[in-house]
Every structure is written in structure tokens, then in C-alpha cells.
């Protein structure tokens, strides 16, 4: 089992800025490859970065490439979303998920995830 909490969510402006962390503890943290996803009501989770165990793979949304930055600190069991230039689109509510898949083209279906945290909300106001 892993247990995911994330924090740093929270109301900004249109252009501002915010970093979400996910707290995992349990299983081997290092083991997973971490994904960030965010829903809003009525819509499926949607896919918006991941990042494999080792750092050496990461992958984003279109809608997010060059704005947002993925990482994580396996010594700290944390991982991380630097979400910058942010817009009212970004708006959701923002899950961390782990996967122990080893396949790159599953990261970004959240089906395939087997941990995920309670979310934290992002609202971001024009």
C-alpha cells in the first residue's frame, strides 16, 4: 500500500503561481512512476505530467508543456508540481497518482494508476 497527500493547492490570480507536493509514505516510493492529474465535476481525471522513478523520463499535457514542471525528491518521499502562468483553465481539482507500471505509453491513462491521493483544489480567478 501507498498512501498519497497532496497540499499547496489553493486560489490565484491569472498569471500567478503555485507548487503542489504529494507526501507518500508506505511501499518504496523510489519504485513508482508518479503521475499528476486533475478533474473537474461532471469531466474525466486528465492527464497533466508524469515523471518515472529514476527522473529519467517525464512527460506533460499540451496544455501544460512549458508552464508547469514536474520532479521529485525520492530521499523526501515527495513529489512535485510547479505550476506556473497559470490560467482560469487550470481550474480542477489536482490528484497525485502512483503506478507501478513499467509501460511509458500507460502513464498518462489514469486507469492504469494503482495509488491516489485526496486532491487538493486549484482555483485560479481572471
Known amino acids: 500500500q501507498v498512501q498519497l497527500v497532496e497540499s499547496g493547492g489553493g486560489l490565484v490570480q491569472a498569471g500567478g503561481s503555485l507548487r503542489l507536493s504529494c507526501a507518500a509514505s508506505?511501499?518504496?516510493?523510489?519504485?513508482?512512476?508518479m503521475g499528476w492529474f486533475r478533474q473537474i465535476p461532471g469531466k474525466e481525471r486528465e492527464f497533466v505530467a508524469a515523471i518515472s522513478w529514476n527522473v529519467g523520463w517525464q512527460d506533460y499535457s499540451g496544455s501544460v508543456k512549458g508552464r508547469f514542471t514536474i520532479s521529485r525528491d525520492n530521499a523526501k518521499n515527495t513529489l512535485y508540481l510547479q505550476m506556473n502562468s497559470l490560467k482560469p483553465e487550470d481550474t480542477a481539482v489536482y490528484y497525485c497518482?502512483?503506478?507501478?507500471?513499467?509501460?511509458?505509453?500507460?502513464?498518462?491513462?489514469?486507469?492504469?494508476?494503482?495509488?491516489w491521493g485526496q486532491g487538493t483544489q486549484v482555483t485560479v480567478s481572471s
Open positions: 508506505g511501499r518504496t516510493f523510489s519504485g513508482f512512476t
Open positions: 497518482g502512483a503506478t507501478s507500471s513499467t509501460y511509458t505509453s500507460s502513464f498518462s491513462h489514469a486507469p492504469q494508476y494503482d495509488y
